[in-house]
């Protein structure tokens, strides 16, 4: 089977009546390298894929695999293994959905037994899916993936509800297509999830391109900024919005787009608010990630 085959977006755009889901979305997916699809909830994440595996048609602009549009692919399964809004009948094994798949795409059902193997599922071949957790939901649907032992992945949340060991266990699986020479792309709204599994990030927020490169060069592209909380965060709100200060609300406080901690402890002293946390903070990569996003939107 090939490898090497690249994703293209290119001036995609989706319009749900006066809605604007995708706008002027390009970048490419290169083979070799796990890119992370990264943008909250709302962003255009799931519709750019759709779009991408031809079960929305694009306004504009095309999504494709090496040059070819999904719909163009004479064998799908064995060019594209995708994980996206999975579903699987509960009064079914694991075993006997991936034969209908494997039968229905003129797959050797001598696959389903290595395919369960690969994701470790092979005791559980023969349960119910009904029966199954989230994590072993995402399992199978990862399987399903893998049938066809394609040279392309699209993954929708691949990590959302697996546990520390089978999130350790998918940030290695990941690794390995890509040492394979697979394209992989996986999606999250949360950065926190895929940093340690991905090469490079595509960030989009409101359906539109805000970054793309590597992880590192989303770090140096952090401004210096200031943290500051207080046990009465609306009222520290007001004294920013009083100050003319752009923040954001993060995990230990207010992400403030000033290098100056002591210009925010003056707004909070004026304001006669009292402080729990002030300091200077060189962005990571997780308060970065929440500026590009926010586009400095409070």
Do not use: C
Not at 85 to 107: C, E, I, Y
Not at 152 to 177: A, S, T, Y
Not at 265 to 284: I, N, T
Request: aromatic fraction near 6%.
């Amino acid at each position: 089977m090939d490898r090497g085959i690249p994703i293209e977006i290119s001036g995609l755009s989706k319009h749900f009546g006066s809605v604007t889901a995708v706008e002027d979305l390009s970048f490419t997916v290169e083979p070799g390298r796990v890119t992370g699809f990264l943008g909250p909830n709302g962003a255009g994440k799931t519709t750019t894929l759709r779009m991408l595996l031809g079960l929305v048609r694009p306004s504009s602009g095309t999504a494709t695999f090496g040059g070819r549009s999904y719909r163009e692919l004479s064998r799908p399964l064995e060019t594209v293994g995708a994980a996206l809004d999975a579903s699987f009948h509960p009064g079914r094994s694991a075993r006997n959905h991936l034969k209908v798949t494997a039968t229905a795409a003129g797959l050797p059902a001598a696959r389903v037994p290595v395919v369960l193997e690969q994701v470790g599922m092979s005791e559980f071949a023969d349960r119910r899916v009904g029966g199954f957790s989230l994590g072993m939901r995402q399992r199978l649907a990862l399987a399903y993936t893998l049938i066809g032992d394609p040279s392309v992945f699209v993954l929708d949340e691949p990590i959302n509800g697996l546990d520390p060991e089978g999130i350790k266990w998918i940030r290695g699986f990941l690794q390995n297509l890509a040492r394979d020479g697979r394209t992989v792309l996986v999606s999250s709204h949360l950065l926190s999830e895929v940093q340690q599994s991905v090469d490079e990030v595509v960030i989009i927020s409101r359906g539109r391109l805000v970054k793309r490169g590597t992880l590192a060069s989303l770090e140096l592209d952090a401004a210096p900024s200031t943290i500051a909380d207080s046990p009465d965060r609306p009222a520290l709100a007001a004294a920013l919005d009083a100050a003319g200060l752009d923040y954001t609300e993060g995990r230990g406080g207010f992400i403030v787009a000033e290098p100056d901690p002591a210009r925010v402890g003056h707004a909070a002293f004026v304001a006669g608010v009292q402080l729990s946390a002030l300091h200077r903070l060189r962005s990571g990569l997780e308060e970065s990630f929440l500026g590009l996003v926010s586009g400095g939107v409070k």
